[in-house]
């Protein structure tokens, strides 16, 4: 007799808009489809990520959430995990639309299973959402590691990184666990590839149709971060740098293009120039593939990069591996700030970088983060405009926000931070004052940008702040 499957939801939020792949999720699946759990069907499923105006648009909210509970139900799954992560944008963290969700989720299908991971959930709000009974567990560790516990996490037996109802009368000084501690795998080729495991093919394919052929996807040869910027939440995530093989990366990119005509990637890795010697091996690896299968040499690759990683030999090894468009922190010239971003260059540093790339034609993509704690309006001023000097193909300027555990969290005191306590379905909070810092600060910082936005039209835009949001227009296009 057949044994009926336990069908497993996990769920994610992401714009339409946007290209994205639920990559963290797919490793996930990889993982549990290698290990044959005979008894499960996983299935990954988008829901919606509207942002819209909290108090004028509660109806229209009411009907997106709608949406996506009936969309869980069409599935008759027997447990729904709800992921408030993504696995690009570290400003995102949807524990707000995610228990929203949950709780519609609970009204409609009564007893069903109901779990949500992420890094960020601190030690309250574990508590509040199981106290409230919303949520059956919390997961906060890796879930590569934790999810291959799948059936005592359904029948809430401990496993390390997961709390339940239960248990929730833990002291609040608990530290959560995150990922690094029991993150065994040194050589990431160890882990199944989510492509090479067909776990997204038909994502993919529904994805390459709708774009007409452009969709962007993601991927990955390294995970970690040693740098340790003062803002940032992925080098908390992962700080030891693991790297997967050159063979490895061009064997998905491959089977990607060969399979569904994919041109475009973006590169999420945090060291992608890491080493020189590395970058060398990708150059042989790329240029042997494209010898046998020439149309390979129309792929375009999207990189994130340090500025200290880059010279001109790196600038023509990133020519030769097709890249075609740079993302590089610049963050601010306040010489005063720049050990926030353990910078030991001279920000002029950015001009010698501009040349080379220009000579290659590749794209700089400069990101700036208005209100860190220290600034002032005039440096601020003086960021913009050495900015746009450098004739950067696009900009994405963002008021500073905080994430958990991050070195500013931290400090949070001794940094005179406060962050908005206005309540939101996505977002971690934007930092509304901190040392120097003030409204006054937020008030002519942000005049002075849209007028340089409106100046400056040829720039690509991305400006999100609490005061105001701006893209220029067509720029996920
Ligand atoms: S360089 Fe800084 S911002 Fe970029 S991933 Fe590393 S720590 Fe984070």
Known sequence: ?????????????????????????????????????????????????????????????????????????????????????????????????????????RRKM??????IQSYKINNDQAIEVLDDKIFDCVINGNPEDIFLDITNILDQKYVEGVRYQKEVSFSKSDTLILSEKKCSIENL????????????????????????????????SSRGCGFGCYYCFRSVKFEKVRYFSAQRFYDEMEYLYNNFGVC??????????????????FSQEFEQRVNKNKGLGKIQMFIMARPETIDQEVVEILAKLKVKFIQIGLQTVNPALQHYMRRTIDVVYFKK????????????????????????VEWLKETIRFAILLEPY???????????NTLFEVKRDEYEIEIDTMHKDFDVPYVVSSKGIDEEYFIKSNEFIMQRINENPKIWWKYISKKQRFLSAGFYN
């Open 1 to 105: 007799m057949e044994i009926k499957k336990k069908k497993i939801l996990f769920c994610y939020f992401s714009p339409r808009e946007v290209d994205y792949t639920p990559t963290d999720i797919g490793y996930v699946v990889a993982i549990l489809k290698k290990a044959a759990f005979l008894e499960y069907d996983f299935e990954i499923l988008q829901l919606n990520y509207e942002i819209g105006n909290d108090a004028l648009d509660k109806e229209l909210k009411r009907e997106i959430i709608k949406r996506d509970v009936d969309l869980i139900q069409y599935y008759s799954p027997d447990a729904v995990f709800l992921f408030a992560d993504n696995v690009l944008w570290s400003k995102v963290f949807a524990l707000g639309r995610a228990t929203l969700v949950a709780k519609e989720v």
């Open 110 to 115: 009564g007893n069903i299973f109901l779990g």
């Open 189 to 220: 080729d160890n882990i199944p590839s989510p492509y090479l495991e067909h776990i997204f093919d038909n994502y993919i394919q529904e994805r390459q149709i709708e774009r007409k052929g452009k969709f962007r996807a993601f991927i990955i």
């Open 264 to 281: 475009n990637y973006f590169v999420l890795d945090d060291a992608f120039l890491y080493s020189k010697q590395r970058l060398r091996e």
């Open 353 to 376: 970088i501009q040349t080379w790339l220009q000579k290659y034609d590749i794209k700089l993509y400069l990101d700036i983060v208005v209100g860190l704690p220290g600034d002032s």
């Open 394 to 404: 696009s900009m994405q300027v963002k008021q500073f926000y905080m994430n958990p």
